[in-house]
């Protein structure tokens, strides 16, 4: 139906809606599935790793793996490790593959696949194309699991608040080919609205710079539990134990990466009442007062604790901290910790029997870890020594 006016002829407004969101959705239609984000590395350990990436349309997903053997990727068929929970193919957006049974200090080589789930109907499944990281115009993806034995090199950035330039300025600070993992220690992001957030703010400049090939460990911060989208945080970022609070192990050092929560009380106007961070850093003591008496744990030379939030007599975040998590960690012999939040550097002892490394927001931790010493040192954007500590 069209409407003529001096000459002219219109289609009403309405029509004109219906042919674009008509339009809208035959162009979403017709493009094809494609890897939109990562892949990125997660939950290390020495037998195990999760590969976490995301897709523009609902598909399985899968990894195929290959030793560093320097044959031909696909001199034979790969096994493949799915995305998979009780028994069922996961179907989404976002795709996370744990592979287990790995052998320790192992360099691997990896390839990641999704396809495009069309329709599911009774018990027919209609599968569209596939889309998958490149093994031919250049080498497939790598990792190497942890357990190597012997020194090693890590670094830890933190309060970046979707500051690209910034991480991007510290982060080619960092030779990765001698460095073993990289920690972001909270507050990568402003809020947590939307996944695109998350990726724009922080996460596709690391998978560019390191992330499809050398892990990460996140330490959640304040500003990652706020917003509508806080509560998909576990979904991109597993760990090894499936809680926000873990630990892991490499080389001759134990990491305990502690979940600070929020900085106020959970009564606070800007929660709106949605937190429950009291209770939930109460759990978290119950499990450090016991995860401190493993082995693993005991027999590390270095004990390094990791959490956003440093221990002090001011805010309530602060408070909790200082009386839940202090006392387990002082008993436990903890000789570091490594905390951000403050935007600021300053190395503190007064809440602690081991000093407390409150690192800036605009600057870089490199530590390396020997037989003889940890060495933690701190360096700005322009690459300059702001400070240095070591233990023994």
Not at 34 to 57: C, E, F
Not at 221 to 247: C, D, I, K, V, W
Not at 269 to 279: A, N, P, V
Not at 343 to 349: A, N, P, S
Request: aromatic fraction near 12%.
């Amino acid at each position: 139906m069209k409407i003529k006016k001096s000459g002219k002829y219109f289609l009403p407004v309405g029509w004109l809606l219906c042919l674009v969101f008509t339009s809208s959705l035959q162009s979403n239609a017709q493009e094809k599935i494609r890897i939109s984000h990562g892949p990125y590395l997660q939950a290390m350990t020495d037998s195990s790793v999760s590969i976490v990436w995301t897709t523009n349309k609902k598909a399985t997903a899968w990894v195929e793996l290959a030793p560093d053997d320097g044959s031909n990727f696909y001199q034979k068929e790969r096994p493949k490790f799915f995305s998979a929970s009780n028994g069922l193919k996961n179907t989404g957006t976002v795709h996370s593959v744990e592979l287990k049974g790995l052998m320790p200090n192992t360099k691997y080589r990896y390839r990641v696949y999704s396809q495009e789930v069309l329709k599911h109907e009774w018990v027919i499944v209609q599968y569209g194309e596939v889309a998958a990281t490149s093994v031919y115009q250049k080498k497939p993806l790598t990792f190497v699991t942890n357990g190597r034995p012997g020194p090693f090199e890590f670094a830890v950035v933190n309060d970046i608040h979707e500051r690209n330039n910034l991480l991007t300025q510290l982060l080619k600070q960092v030779n990765f080919s001698k460095t073993d993992f990289i920690v972001f220690n909270g507050d990568m992001i402003n809020s947590s609205m939307s996944e695109e957030q998350l990726f724009r703010g922080f996460m596709d400049t690391a998978t560019l710079l390191f992330a499809s090939e050398t892990p990460m460990y996140y330490a959640r911060g304040n500003h990652e539990t706020r917003g509508p989208f806080a509560a998909q945080f576990p979904n991109y970022f597993p760990s090894p134990n499936g809680h926000l609070y873990y630990m892991f192990t490499k080389g001759d050092a134990c990491f305990i990466v502690l979940d600070g929560g929020e900085d106020k009380p959970d009564t606070d106007i800007e929660y709106s009442g949605i937190t429950d961070m009291d209770y939930y850093r109460t759990q978290q003591a119950k499990w450090l007062s016991e995860i401190v008496k493993t082995e693993a744990f005991k027999k590390a030379k270095y004990k390094i604790a990791i959490c956003h939030i440093p221990p002090a007599n001011g805010w309530h975040g602060n408070q909790e901290i200082t009386k839940k998590f202090m006392p387990l960690l002082n008993e436990a012999g903890i000789q570091v910790m490594l905390s951000a939040h403050e935007h600021r550097h300053r190395i503190d002892k007064s809440f602690a029997k081991f000093p407390i490394i409150v690192n800036s927001n605009n600057d870089i931790i490199k530590a390396s870890i020997s037989d003889k010493e940890a060495r933690f040192r701190i360096f700005d954007p322009a690459g300059k020594l702001v400070d240095e500590l070591s233990i023994h």
